[in-house]
């Protein structure tokens, strides 16, 4: 038989389903993996070695009883963003200021997990509140992709794609600001998949910008993200931004079948400064895409040009918001010496924050003073708006968009990130999509001459993770999945 | 330069924050290259267009005011850095 952690979690589940498998042994063997692994890695902050096994067992009961006979992760090992509340594990946002932080409650994503009979495994890292692209801000170190250890595995859910190339888990949660799910997926060879804003509850994710934020799963193929995604969508009383919707039964569009789709492709992404293997491997998607019989067509997207700019303004105005809230009195990080509430409060932030959630706090701030309000978060509000009418728009034209997921591979840890060219051009391809709200997926089309994993994204309308679902699924059957060819047995 | 080191330290008194001297220095320069690419935003014409908060149209959402979770306050000052009983613990605000 196949090594169990290489397994996908579908195949898992329906092993441990069919009695070829047990709950406690599949932990087992995920627990040996994380331990063989994860000195090369550093994908997880914390692992939930006791909770799984004692989950394990309670598990397997409610399998041998029947209770979880519709659930199609039950048994399956999962590992959680370590910016999603878990009930007494600790939940650190891989920053000081919350570096001892017991939730006392779950999110509402980590409470459908486990009455679904998931398993958390263990909370994954990421870049400090989730801000950047490589997990190197993490107080807890950065991770290092399974596919080169010299290279990043992206962020800012880095650690959830690192766990899951690496088979430390079999799928994992991860939230998506500006593409903090896809670009990972990306850089990993995985898919990541962030729904249409609303459809999963933020209650229980520690805010980054509220207005852009959305859970979303990463995974070895797109029929282990749909599946969980059906899991964890659906409207909640604790989030007023989620929206209503009828049934989530996305596993139902795994079908292989593109004939007379309509795909777009945005000339703006193909006039980007793309690696040659990344703009290779993109005109190869379609291509592919056009043989099994869709219909692809270039076109003209460039009112969402200023995508970046409005995302950082907007993005850094709620965050520097959000970010009040720790304050060094109600929970997270106090300093030691300090005389009066004033400096309590001062040094307990200056001192819990690295330097990118400052400077992030800083500009937001700046943007919203009140003289400096309608120049920029006005007017980005504003590029908004164009941006999602131009998505309207293009969405009456076409089924589905095609762009590559990124200009470039993983870059190596030791590059200066922060300042690159790159970074900026990566964000092109990812925040307009936050920005108008709308679902998208990153799935594995290639490798580049390093042997590094290209993603493509697929931009779907407005609650249309079906089409996009179909799309992949399809495209899935061309490529099937590829692991880290270094991994330790 | 649109960020000083005069409102520099406005903003971090505005957002309770401390900052190491060098921090200061290369923090300073950082914002003014972001609010210099930010700008570049402004040769697009947005005179005729609403500000956009959330992509979905937001209503009220009203329901029963039932009492409920009566338990979900219980723990949370465990977190607390420094806590009394069911009370926060901070220093002195009001002084001689």
Redesign the interface.
Known sequence: MKEITAMSAMTVAEKIKAKELSVQEVVEAQLKAIKLREPLYNSYITITENEAKEQAIKVQGQIDNGELKDSPLAGVPVAIKDNICTRGIKTTCASKMLA???P??DATVTERLKKSGAILIGKVNLDEFAMGGTTKTSYFGETKNPWNRDHTPGGSSGGSSAAVAAEEAFISLGSDTGGSIRQPAAYCGLVGFKPT??TVSRYGLIPLAS?LDQIGPLGRNISDCASILELISGYD?KD??S?KQGRYNYRSALVDDVKNMKIGVPKLYLDEDLDEDIRSCFLGALKTFEDMGAKVELFDLDEIR?SV??Y??ISCAEA?SNL?RY????????TGD?D???E????S???G?G?EV??R???G???L?SDKYEA?Y?????????I?KTYDEAFNKYDILLSPESPNTAPLLSDDYSSSKNK?KSEILNVSVNL??LPAVSIPCGKDRKGLPIGLQLIGK?FGEKALIQAAYSFEQTRPYERPGTLVN | MK?SKE??HN??D??????KEE?KL??IK??NH??E??????D?N?DS????????N?KN?F?EDVASNAK?G???H?????SMSDY?V????FHD
Request: aromatic content about 14%; glycine content about 6%; hydrophobic content about 35%.
């Open positions: 001892d932080f017991v006392a409650y804003y609303g207005s009383p007023s931004t929206i200023h700019q409005a950082y303004v520097s009040s304050d060094g009195v109600r929970y997270g990080h106090r300090y009066g509430l004033d309590l409060y001062k040094k932030r200056g001192e924050f330097y400052k400077r706090i800083m500009l701030a700046y943007m003073s920029y006005n007017k980005a509000r504003r590029i908004r708006t164009i999602s900026q108008a709200g407005k | 960020i409102s520099f903003i971090a505005m957002v309770k924050l401390s900052f921090e290369k923090l950082d914002l972001t609010v690419f930010i700008e570049t935003m402004n697009m947005t267009q609403e500000p956009m908060s959330y992509i979905h937001l959402v329901r979900a219980q723990g949370l465990e977190n607390a850095p420094e926060y901070v220093p002195p605000i």
